[in-house]
């Protein structure tokens, strides 16, 4: 059930710009906007349509989104978006990854080891209850403290009362507070994945680029009981798919956007924070890919998190890129600069001008602080760093733990710390040798907490030490160590993160209090944009459930029309246009079903839907709630979306819901699968 909608200020940075363009936003199932559904497009959604897409949009865990596509628990989602899964339950003799996978009936289902899926089931509002706990005398830390006290026991009644995850989540910069209760579905099998080959066909050559022709595309199943999940709330499968200028909405989780940016926000962006986070991506990516070279089975072990820097490394350079548009920072400045001397002529609201100074401060803060962490995130070190602070934690009541040792999220931070999947000890140490050093480089080599991190050796050698000394990759002695505290253990690993955790905890502080500075700051501007903008809008992402609309449509790029769909046929057309690059290579299995493919079937679409990272994985659906596609990239010129939207050439990508269902039967010999899909 959704409650009342709540109409709140948005603080998109078009809503500085001028009113919302074209189809703009990712709105919150609970302030949907009827009006514009109405106006623009004749189309009126019910409270039973929002409840049953609603209830029909999943979550993964591993931060992608999906849909329910039939009554017996199948679960639609993207190759990469599964691929994390694919790479757990591979081993060197079978490479789901690489070759794919399709159980042939329920026993060859297999079990993922460490997913969760939520299937959001309700939305409140408990603004009044968070804020109520915030007393205007306190300092940002007292402040901050008193806020997560406050979400804390909000999440543990809710659980409590539900049986349902539930979390507090920020929105509008902290002007509002939502309680978002969620279905868990722990026990999540694969069903059936394409090979790596098709699902990522073009590589990274094609990655955010359009024309695509990829079936990013797997399936899952929930089950309960241990049998396939009798699910009420699912996505009829569309005869024929989207259909060129069809309105379509997309449902999933957006991870998170920055529109709400002051100018000085987005100029740390530009100038600090993008910079050092690519100097990071790029220097792990070249890890990752000399690692593979190794072997045939390094290649294997490096290949998704390769994948992810990739990725990674692309997108933000398009961010980057975007805010080093002078005329999109000039067009930002002189909409800033209007809206504070508006905020400053009003005797009602010139209280609220010092918000952005407040807020430039802060950046000039966490400038300083860039390069001062501690990042040691290798998945070992991580567990290490779980179970000392849990050791720590549980001695507190809940309310007094950080946030993910309360109570109300134990579940799923055990669900992660006593995963079974596998641990590739190789990369490990590796990994962490380069982040050890890094951190020499960032913190200077004789940084006393440095020289205590290497005991004497260089980094290479004191990640051998610790990969090979420790025994986390045993999860009963995680379980061991969860249950008996970690005082006293001799595990090199959980030495370095005892050794570590003061600083972690102190600059975690800092963080936080900086944070609850910028969060009453931009509360403050939210309320002079509410007076001088007015209302109606939406918040920026928070990897929670909103909808996105717009129709399907191609664009223009340096005066060529391009068209809004690609065919089947066309992908081995594509191939032979790129012959000799093996991202171009088509698996065995297309070639040898060419004959039975229709090579007009549509394959993938663009349409101007506001979508961001998280909507991966996304079902795109039509107004009748059939599922005609499936969300899994952006174009190049949709990248700067983090901060500003744009449909001139900004598109989101998706695979068409006629190709997955064809390439099932045709392809793939699955007839008993796409029998089930809609189901």
Not at 12 to 23: E, K, P, V
Not at 44 to 52: F, G, K, Q
Not at 113 to 141: R, Y
Not at 174 to 199: C, F, M, N
């Amino acid at each position: 059930m959704i409650k009342k909608p709540v109409s709140i200020l948005c603080f998109s940075l078009l809503s500085l710009l001028g009113s919302l363009q074209a189809d703009e936003g990712m709105w919150l199932f609970n302030g949907l906007p009827l009006e514009q559904f109405k106006s623009k497009y004749g189309f009126e959604p019910t409270a039973e349509w929002t409840d049953h897409l609603m209830k029909s949009s999943v979550r993964f865990n591993v931060g992608g989104s999906a849909s329910f596509v039939s009554s017996n628990g199948l679960v639609l989602t993207n190759h990469h978006v599964g691929s994390d899964t694919l790479n757990k339950l591979s081993t060197k003799e079978n490479n789901y990854y690489e070759d794919g996978f399709l159980a042939k009936n329920f026993d060859e289902e297999l079990k993922a080891p460490d997913l969760e899926l939520n299937q959001l089931i309700e939305i409140t509002d408990v603004t009044d209850q968070v804020n109520q706990s915030v007393k205007d005398n306190m300092s940002p830390g007292e402040a901050a403290a008193a806020r997560q006290t406050a979400i804390s026991k909000i999440e543990q009644t809710a659980t409590d009362q539900s049986g349902l995850r539930s979390d507090v989540v920020a929105l509008y910069g902290g002007a509002r507070y939502h309680l978002y209760q969620y279905k868990k579905y722990t026990d999540v099998r694969l069903v059936w994945a394409p090979e790596s080959a098709i699902a990522f066909f073009g590589g990274d050559a094609d990655n955010f680029e359009y024309p695509r022709y990829c079936l990013d595309a797997c399936l899952f199943r929930v089950y309960e009981d241990g049998k396939p999940a009798n699910v009420d709330h699912f996505l009829k499968w569309s005869d024929n798919g989207a259909k060129n200028d069809e309105l379509v909405f997309v449902s999933g989780n957006p991870g998170s956007t920055s529109r709400i940016y002051t100018m000085a926000a987005l100029k740390y962006e530009r100038d600090h924070y993008l910079p050092y986070v690519l100097d990071f991506i790029r220097r792990r990516e070249i890890l990752l890919q000399q690692f593979g070279l190794n072997s045939t089975e390094s290649a294997r072990i490096a290949r998704d998190g390769l994948f992810g820097f990739q990725n990674a490394r692309k997108a933000r350079m398009g961010m980057l890129q975007g805010l080093q548009d002078p005329a999109l920072m000039h067009a930002k400045q002189q909409a800033e600069q209007r809206i504070l001397a508006q905020v400053k002529e009003d005797p009602k609201l010139k209280q609220y001008a010092a918000a952005w100074d407040k807020i430039a401060e802060v950046q000039q803060q966490k400038a300083k602080r860039l390069g001062t962490g501690i990042s040691l995130n290798t998945r070992l070190f991580n567990i290490a760093q779980t179970l000392v602070q849990m050791s720590d934690e549980d001695k507190k009541p809940s309310e007094q733990r950080l946030a993910e040792y309360r109570d109300s999220a134990r579940d799923s931070m055990e669900q992660q710390l006593f995963s079974s999947a596998p641990v590739h000890p190789e990369l490990e140490q590796v990994i962490l040798g380069d982040l050890i050093a890094r951190m020499l480089e960032l913190r200077g080599a004789d940084d006393p907490l440095c020289q205590q991190i290497l005991e004497g050796n260089n980094p290479l050698d004191r990640a051998a030490q610790l990969a090979g000394g420790t025994q986390l990759m045993d999860v009963d002695y995680r379980k061991k160590l969860a249950k008996q505290g970690t005082d006293g253990c001799q595990d090199p690993l959980i030495q370095l993160a005892q050794l570590v955790d003061p600083v972690v905890r102190q600059q975690r502080k800092e963080s936080e209090e900086l944070q609850e500075i910028e969060r009453q700051a931009y509360s403050q501007i939210s309320e002079a944009l509410f007076a001088t903008q007015g209302t109606s809008t939406y918040p920026d992402a928070t990897f929670t459930l909103r909808l996105s609309y717009g129709p399907v449509k191609g664009y223009q790029e340096n005066g060529i029309e391009i068209p809004a769909f690609t065919t089947m046929g066309g992908t081995f057309d594509h191939e032979t246009a790129h012959q000799g690059q093996a991202d171009y290579d088509l698996p065995q299995s297309w070639r040898d079903a060419s004959a039975k493919i229709n090579p007009d079937t549509p394959f993938n679409f663009v349409c101007t839907a506001d979508i961001i990272g998280g909507n991966s994985g996304s079902p795109v659906v039509n107004k009748d709630l059939e599922l005609v596609g499936l969300i899994f990239d952006g174009n190049i010129q949709s990248l700067i979306g983090d901060y500003i939207y744009s449909d001139k050439q900004g598109r989101s990508v998706s695979v068409h819901s006629s190709a997955i269902r064809d390439a099932l039967r045709h392809i793939y010999n699955a007839d008993h699968i796409a029998d089930q899909l809609g189901n």
